[in-house]
């Protein structure tokens, strides 16, 4: 069989490039492999070979969808790749909205397959999970040497037309999709085995699992700004100065609730952020950047709002399990409505 | 975050810049803001400037609470 040519996307960070100071990195292609490229080459063995890698900083991308994707698709055309792979961007969020962004616009605009991969509470997973075949990490890149032979066995699948198998055999996050095959026990039987298995209190497997909406509705609008009593709530990180808390720069264990009564106006002084998953220089130079506490205390006192709660609330959103997160929700929850709170600003960087 | 908080009936808006993301966690009413490193400031603009744009968008997004939404809404 012919040998595949593959092209790569990473972020900056995995290409040398930089870490959050450079997450504003334009798109470039560099003949050849990159960082974790080595990984992917070794498991492809003679099969592939990745001839070009893209590279992108993760805030560009994010913030320039349109334009990054257009750049990135006219960088791989002249390389005629089989095959596209992006990542895999593990934990990381907007690394891995730009790894399903970019594979999905290769697959429906350039007409080449791609693979991916991310740890199932990334955010890109959610987002392109129906459309691109993701495979599934843990969140760091320790998992790297157990996760490029899960990509490089579906990247030579993919570039050969051959037939994908299932999720679980392929380590791949289900896509929601339905596949007939010939049973071989007609559905009234198999109904009536898994009735009894549940009346046994035994494991069944659904045949048709419903699917989860994880939504919440929303609530009513409050009526009278001049009457209410408004909270700032941040997944952006910003502390006071110093971090008296110690919350974590990247998967936060815990949230802070801080006094802004004495502050007017927040400086370089007083408050800073935490989160190490952005370029931390333009709030920590103004916080008011993430949290805008300036314009809210003047818009209380020229009456537009009720009041301003004294207190704000704040974690770092980078790479915090879902499970911790909603567990901080819920207490803040509390909190809110024992002080009257009547509508939240939430921010995120 | 978002929807733990909604969940109670307190309505939120949630000001961020990278809205794909912010329909997937489920916010209902969803501010575009500058830039990740700077959601509500602008630092290649005088201070004066950036409060200035960081006033319009705070004014957007309480104006959103004031809004009945049926779904996730964006308010450009």
């Given at each position: ?81 089989d095959i596209f792979v992006a990542g895999p961007a593990f ?142 709530v941040t997944s952006g990180g910003i502390v006071p100065k ?46 008011d950047r993430v949290i805008p506490v300036d314009v809210l ?53 | ?76």
């Open positions: 069989m012919k040998k595949l040519r593959v092209v790569h996307y990473i972020n900056q960070f995995y290409a040398g490039i930089g870490g959050e100071e450079k997450a504003d990195y334009p798109p470039e292609i560099r003949e050849g492999l990159i960082g974790p490229g080595q990984a992917l080459q070794a498991a492809f063995k003679e099969e592939a070979e990745i001839v070009a890698t893209v590279i992108c900083g993760d805030s560009y991308y994010n913030e320039n969808m349109e334009e990054s994707k257009s750049q990135i698709l006219e960088m791989i055309r002249p390389y005629q790749p934990n990381a969020g907007r690394y891995g909205v730009a790894c399903g962004d970019i594979t999905s616009h290769v697959q429906n605009e350039l007409h080449i397959p791609g693979v991916t991969g991310m740890y199932v509470e990334n955010p890109g997973v959610d987002l392109y999970k129906k459309e691109v075949y993701i495979i599934e990490t843990k969140n760091s890149a320790a998992d790297m040497r157990k996760a490029a032979p899960k990509m490089a066995k579906l990247v030579i699948k993919l570039g050969h037309h051959q037939e994908v198998g299932s999720p679980e055999e392929e380590h791949y996050i289900k896509r929601g999709l339905r596949k007939n095959y010939f049973a071989d026990k007609r559905g009234s039987e198999r109904a009536v085995d898994m009735l009894l298995a549940k009346l046994r209190k035994e494991k069944f497997d659904t045949e048709y699992p419903m699917p989860s909406f994880d939504r919440v509705s929303p609530s009513p609008a409050i009526k009278d700004l001049s009457q209410s009593k408004i909270a700032i110093g971090n008296p808390d110690h919350i974590e720069s990247s998967s936060a264990s815990k949230y802070g609730t801080y006094d802004i009564s004495q502050f007017d106006d927040l400086t370089d002084q007083d408050h800073e952020t935490a989160h190490g998953g952005y370029d931390p220089v333009f709030a920590n130079e103004d916080s205390k003047e818009m209380e006192k020229e009456g537009m709002i009720g009041s301003l709660h004294p207190y704000f609330y704040t974690t770092t959103g980078n790479g915090t399990a879902v499970a911790n997160a909603k567990a901080f929700a819920t207490e803040i929850a509390i909190d809110l409505k024992n002080h009257g709170v009547d509508a939240v600003i939430l921010t995120s960087t | 975050m978002v929807k733990e908080i909604e969940k109670t009936g307190i309505p939120v808006v949630h000001m961020c810049t990278i809205v794909p993301i912010s329909k997937t966690v489920g916010a209902n009413r969803i501010v575009p803001t500058v830039a990740i490193p700077h959601p509500l400031g602008n630092p290649s603009l005088t201070m004066a400037e950036e409060k200035e744009i960081r006033r319009n968008l705070v004014l957007k997004a309480l104006e959103a609470l004031t809004i009945e939404v049926e779904g996730q809404t964006v308010f450009e």
